[in-house]
C-alpha cells in the first residue's frame, strides 16, 4: 500500500497505531475500487470512489442520510451498512485527489451465483422486504444519484446514436446491434408501464453480490453497494435479480450454448420477491415484475455494447472484448427470457392470484 495514502487514511479514521494495516483487494464490482483492510482480528472495506461514474456524491448522502434517519424509527432484519464518518464527519475522504469511503466489514459470505433454489428465495426476500420496509420514505425526495440510470428509452437511444458513428464493425457486432435496435417493442412497453407505476425507494443494483448472506448460507445479513439507491420502479431491482440469479451463467461467461434462463429459479425469484412486496402493490405494478427481468437484461446488454463501441470507458474489462462479450452474453440471455414468456407467464399468475 502506497505510504502516503496508508498515513492519511491513519490521519482521517481513528486505527490504532499497531498492529500495521494490512491491505487486500476484494470483490467484484465493476465500479468502485473495493480493498480489505485488516488489523489484528479486526476487518474493514476500503472503496476507492468512482467519482467519474459517481459524480454527485453528496446526493448519495443526501439518500443514505433518508435511508438513515427512518431507520432510526423503522427496525429491518438485514443491515444497510453506511460509510464511516471520517474525523471531518464527512463519509467520504479526498486523499492525493482521489476519493475513499471506509465501511465496517459485515462478516458473511457474497456469492457471484447461488448454489440452490433457496438461496434465490431468501435473495429475492431481502430485496422485497426492503421495499416494503421503504415504502414511507417519500422517493420523490431522493436524488439521481446517476441522472437516467435506468431509462431504457434514452440507453436505447445512446446505443442507436453511437453506433450511427461507427463504421467497420465485423459481421457479428452488425448482427448483435441489429438485434438490440429491434428491440423497440419491449421500450416501448417500457414506457407505457412507467407511466401508472408509483416511484418507490429501489435499491437498481440487485446483483446477488450486493447481498451479504450469514455464513452458512441461510439468512441475508446485509445489503450492500447503496449508492444507486434512489426512486425507481419495482421492476427494475426484481428484474435485476431475475438477470443475475435465473440465468444458469454469469453475465461474464462466453459459453453461449449453455447461457439461458431457468424457469424454476425465477419462480422462486418471484416467490421471494411477492412474499415482501405483495401487500404494496397494486395490479398494475405486479404485472411489471412480469417482464422487469428483460427490460433489465435489456438495459444492461445496450449498456455493454455502447462501451464496447465507445472503447470500454465505463466498465472494468479484463480483456478488450469483453464488454462485447458481455453485451453477447445477454443478448442470448434476454433471447432465452423471450421463447419463455408464455411459460413465465403462467407461473406469474400462480403465484401473484393465489396469495
Ligand atoms: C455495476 O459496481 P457494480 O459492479 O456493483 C453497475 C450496475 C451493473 C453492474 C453489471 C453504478 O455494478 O448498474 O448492473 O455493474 N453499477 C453502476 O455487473 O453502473
Ligand atoms: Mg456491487
Redesign the pocket.
Known sequence: MNPTLLSALCDAYPFSQNPTLEFAPFGE????QTYLITQGKQKWILQGFNQS?FNFPERIDHNLAMLYQFAKNHSLPFQLPLPIKNKWSSGLSEINGHHYRLFDFVQGKTLQQIENPRQAYLAAMAYGEFANWAKDIDAKQMQET?PNFHRLDLRFEKLAQVAQTKSGLTSEEREILDFYLNQKPLVDWYLDQIHDLPLRVTHN?T?IN?LIFSEDLTKVEAII?L??LMGGYLMYDFG?LVRTVACSLP?TSTNWENIRLHANLFEELLKGYWQGVQSITNSKEAESLLLGGEIMTLI?GLRFFTDHLQGNIY?KVTYPEQNFHRAKNQMIFLQSQQSQRELLKMRWTNITSTT
Do not use: A, P, Q, S
Open positions: 464490482g465493476l465500479i468502485h461514474v446517476i443494483d446483483k450486493n453497494d449508492d444507486t435485476d453475465e444492461m466498465y
